[in-house]
């Protein structure tokens, strides 16, 4: 399947000739190749994308508004898909301490064979600044018991460590209620559950967490606090960004970072449920991304099938101080301001429905600049947010034909 030529026809801008010349996605690429693309297609017109079997629009965004990776691509198509097409968390809660076969050789644990893990016993982690936002309230080391191996790329989390708690209270009791659980290698299936919290600096010592600031954590494999409560802001290791660039028939997922975990989920990757004719016209862009305080600040630029947008694509403007836009070879971003379909655009056109004609937020990729964990979207009233990682918003995906 390619172009619905009856809904493409009605998509067409006025004045256009009757003759449709986009018989299918790889004649559309010829066109855009040929730097012509422009004579049929402006930015607000629609395509329509067929997704196993349903047909969703997708709007047409900017023509070379992105930077394609790849020898002599020089055009880029960018389209969007209309309407939300589901709704998953940007990263689901992290584990707190990782158990690696690095972790393993640090500790002198079994490393390799049937007992391979972090052995049965006794174990502390230090708080220091450890509470949501770093507040100093709960601060103090931590201890727990395990009756079972946790194996090598299993981990360990906590119900309260790093949590936000909407009534402002972050105290030792509310810690301490708390309890820890152990998970397998597969990162979601529990081991134990329920494993009592108590205040004390017992058995092996796993590092010293906190809430976001590297410079008060010590020790490679336990996370931030505020990371194993709600996920990671980071797009490149997130949940999403491996979904929306899988052409897995049954999406595989992969760690990016010692403390991710997966979804259980078994649903097909994005690329994947697109038309195939399309796939073979799609290609990666590099865009810019901001980085929080725990990954060292700045930013880092990505190649990608797929991407969410970011604020300055749909007109909020810069993340802090970086344009997270496309990046040529150079390391120049060539794009500051929003795409073109994006440029008018005011809070209502940034309100989209889902397929059941429900308006729901939709995530953006840009990380919130204050945290490590949260993550800007759009509002159901097309305003600018955010959220922690872990909750679960629209997902209205970017492709570029080139």
């Known amino acids: 399947m390619g172009f619905d030529p009856v809904s493409y026809t009605l998509g067409r801008r006025a004045g256009q000739a009757e003759a449709d010349p986009l018989k299918s996605w790889s004649e559309l690429q010829l066109w855009l190749r040929a730097g012509q693309l422009g004579q049929v297609l402006e930015p607000g017109d629609q395509l329509n994308v067929a997704m ?3 047909v969703r629009d997708f709007d047409v965004l900017g023509l070379d508004e992105d930077e394609a990776v790849g020898a002599n691509l020089t055009h880029a198509l960018s389209i969007q898909s209309h309407d939300v097409l589901s709704t998953v968390p940007f990263d689901p809660p992290m584990y707190l301490f990782a158990v690696t076969e690095e972790a393993c050789e640090h500790y002198g644990w079994p490393s390799t064979g049937a007992d391979a893990g972090m052995p049965a016993g006794t174990y502390n982690i230090m708080l220091l600044r450890g509470a949501y936002n770093a507040d100093t309230s709960q601060d103090g080391t931590y201890q727990f018991t395990t009756t079972q191996i946790v194996p090598v790329g299993g981990g360990i989390r906590h119900t309260q460590m790093g949590v936000y708690r909407s009534d402002g209270q972050y105290t030792k009791a509310n810690l301490l209620a708390g309890t820890f659980t152990t998970y397998g290698a597969d990162t979601f299936t529990t081991i134990e559950t329920d494993l ?6 017992g058995g092996v010592s796993l590092g010293t967490t906190t809430a976001r600031d590297p410079q008060y954590k010590s020790g490679d494999y336990i996370n931030f606090t505020q990371r194993q409560g709600h996920g990671s802001g980071r797009l490149s290791w997130s949940y999403l960004w491996q979904y929306l660039n899988s052409d897995d028939a049954v999406f595989q997922w992969q760690p990016k970072s010692i403390w ?3 979804v259980s989920s078994s649903s097909e990757g994005f690329l994947h449920s697109i038309d195939p004719a399309l796939r ?6 590099r865009k810019r991304v901001v980085l929080s305080i725990a990954d060292g600040g700045g ?3 990505l190649e990608g099938f797929c991407f969410p947008s970011f604020l300055v694509d749909v007109g909020f403007g810069a993340n802090g101080s970086v344009y997270e836009g496309p990046v040529d070879e150079s390391g120049t971003v060539t794009r500051t301001e929003a795409y073109t379909f994006w440029k008018d655009a005011g809070n209502a056109d940034r309100i989209k429905n889902n397929a059941e004609s429900v308006t729901v937020g939709w995530w953006l990729g ?4 204050t945290g490590i964990e949260s993550v800007r979207f759009v509002s159901t009233i097309g305003t600018r947010d955010g959220n922690r990682a872990n909750r679960s918003y629209g997902v209205v995906p970017s492709l570029f034909v080139v």
């Open 299 to 301: 930013y880092e630029d």
């Open 52 to 54: 196993g079997s349903t």
């Open 366 to 369: 840009s990380p919130a600049t």
């Open 280 to 285: 073979q016209v799609i290609g990666k862009v």
């Open 260 to 262: 991710s975990r997966n």
């Open 196 to 201: 009592l919290t108590s205040e004390g600096s």
